[in-house]
């Protein structure tokens, strides 16, 4: 009886992991694929506006299709409360730069803004990560150290000091005409490093724990899906944010 009740788990295991596989590969293709949308710049106005909502679709789709199974196979609370917020963060960054680029284009101040709003989940999401890798194998009611906790202050100063960079451009350098029109040129500024270098630490940070957490006790194997979902997230961004054709000085 023990014996076949744990070629049943086996069984049921390998089903699992087949399961797992065959979904990172699908997300690996649709990453790949609104990648090479992005190269085709249409001319025809109707065309680029169906490529860009259909990348919108697939970037949408893949994000509420993770929430729904965070929801439902996280059992640890707070590392689920982490992980939805994480994917909250993603939706807000995909629909404030669709926004951007189809409605907000050439309309300055708001342009800017938008723009701005980008390292709202920039700045968190490493941290959020960096605190549900905290949790893995504690209790459920486990929270991270108050000195993780406490890393929220200077990430928020960061945001807040982009927000808030057409008072005093310390963290992007703008050029404007002679007629006080934003040229669509701007210079990186002390800020902008502070804030991404500030976002690297949080993410290696992040990578680091989940390293240590993914190791088998006792051995030197290493659980890879973890490290696996963090490096397709890798991927999605830098797909993401490569722009073929991005405006004059802007990104």
Not at 9 to 37: D, F, H, M, Y
Not at 189 to 212: D, H, K
Request: proline letters at 5%; glycine letters at 6%; hydrophobic letters at 55%.
């Amino acid at each position: 009886m023990i014996f076949i009740w744990s070629e049943a788990i086996g069984v049921e295991q390998k089903a699992q992991n087949r399961k797992v596989i065959s979904i990172t590969i699908l997300v690996i293709i649709l990453l790949l694929l609104t990648g090479a949308l992005r190269t085709f710049n249409f001319v025809n106005p109707v065309l680029h506006a169906l490529r860009s909502l259909l990348i919108f679709f697939i970037y949408i789709g893949m994000l509420v299709a993770w929430g729904v199974s965070i929801e439902q196979r996280v059992a640890h609370k707070r590392v689920r409360n982490y992980l939805l917020a994480t994917v909250a963060l993603m939706l807000f960054f995909i629909i404030v730069r669709t926004v951007k680029f189809i409605f907000l284009a050439g309309n300055g101040t708001w342009e800017r803004l938008a723009w701005y709003s980008y390292y709202i989940p920039i700045m968190l999401i490493p941290l959020l990560v960096l605190w549900a890798a905290l949790c893995i194998g504690n209790p459920g009611d486990y929270r991270p150290e108050r000195k993780y906790r406490l890393l929220l202050i200077p990430t928020i100063i960061l945001i807040l000091g982009i927000l808030t960079n057409e008072f005093h451009q310390t963290a992007f350098i703008l050029y404007f005409d002679v007629n006080g029109y934003w040229e669509d040129q701007y210079r990186h500024n002390i800020l902008y490093y502070a804030a991404v270098g500030w976002a690297m630490v949080l993410a290696l940070a992040a990578i680091y724990q989940l390293y240590r957490k993914s190791r088998i006790p006792g051995t030197n194997k290493i659980i890879w899906l973890p490290l696996a979902l963090l490096g397709i997230a890798v991927i999605y961004t830098i797909l993401y944010n490569i722009d073929p054709f991005p405006p004059p000085g802007f990104s």
